[in-house]
């Protein structure tokens, strides 16, 4: 079974400072990974996907994530954060389990707080 | 263009009320997804419609919930004899493919719903 795990809650930096939300995942084959945000009542929109292509994805807004196979990671970064960064961030792989239909498996979700 | 669209927004209903929410999805994406986002369960995956193929009906938490799609577009999640669990946010997701293919998913805004 496949499984995601991100590492805090709640993250809270300064304005301009580096963002770091981690993830880990559980996959028995090659994982397909997603970092989706979610603004408060809107639905999740893709930051960036991880395909095998590139160990290192880079996404809308700044962020970019590297796959790390050896350390199960999956880590989001941005170097600077933004004020309009403030959201919930989610970790999510895609099922490739027995029935194969792509449905994504969350992690809990992390809180950015970001300090004026 | 147009993203996925759902109705209504937001439900008030009272407990052993049936409940239907209504999802649109991107024209010409062929999957689609319920997922429920609960404070105590975070996101969870409920059905998945692919085609002509017969749904995952896998994650639906009881048989008070069904779901159909008609003509390959439209989607209608209907709850029957709502309880106060199921007070939560309904999402839609559509993507071009689904099965395990790494197409990223659009998600709706959702659709809010309490129970009374």
């Known amino acids: 079974a496949q499984s995601v795990t991100q590492l805090g809650s709640h993250v809270s930096v300064s304005e301009g400072a580096l963002v770091l939300l981690r993830c880990n995942y559980s996959s028995s084959v090659p994982p397909y990974l997603f970092w989706y945000v979610q603004y408060p009542n809107q639905g999740l929109q893709l930051l960036l996907k991880?395909?095998?292509?590139?160990?290192l994805v880079k996404g809308i807004n700044g962020f970019e994530a590297e796959f790390k196979k050896s350390e199960t990671s999956f880590h989001l970064t941005k170097p600077s954060a933004h004020m309009s960064d403030a959201a919930e961030y989610f970790c999510?792989?895609?099922?490739?389990?027995?029935?194969?239909?792509?449905?994504?498996?969350f992690g809990q979700g992390t809180t950015l707080q970001v300090k004026p | 263009g147009a993203g996925v669209s759902q109705s209504p927004s937001n439900k008030v209903t009272e407990k052993g009320k049936d409940v239907e929410l209504r999802c649109d999805p991107i024209s010409g994406h062929t999957a689609l997804y319920w997922y429920r986002q609960s404070l105590g369960q975070g996101l969870e995956f409920l059905i998945y419609?692919?085609?002509?193929?017969?749904?995952?009906k896998s994650g639906l938490p009881s048989d008070r919930f069904s779901a159909e799609r008609t003509g390959g577009s439209v989607s209608t999640l209907t709850i029957q004899r709502t309880q106060q669990e199921d007070s939560a946010v309904y999402l839609c997701?559509?993507?071009?493919?689904?099965?395990?293919?790494?197409?990223?998913?659009?998600f709706g805004d959702g659709t809010r719903l309490s129970i009374l």
């Open positions: 999510a792989v895609s099922d490739q389990g027995s029935s194969n239909t792509g449905k994504l498996i």
């Open positions: 991880y395909t095998s292509a590139a160990t």
């Open positions: 419609f692919q085609g002509n193929s017969a749904p995952d």
């Open positions: 997701a559509s993507s071009l493919v689904g099965s395990g293919v790494n197409q990223p998913q659009h």
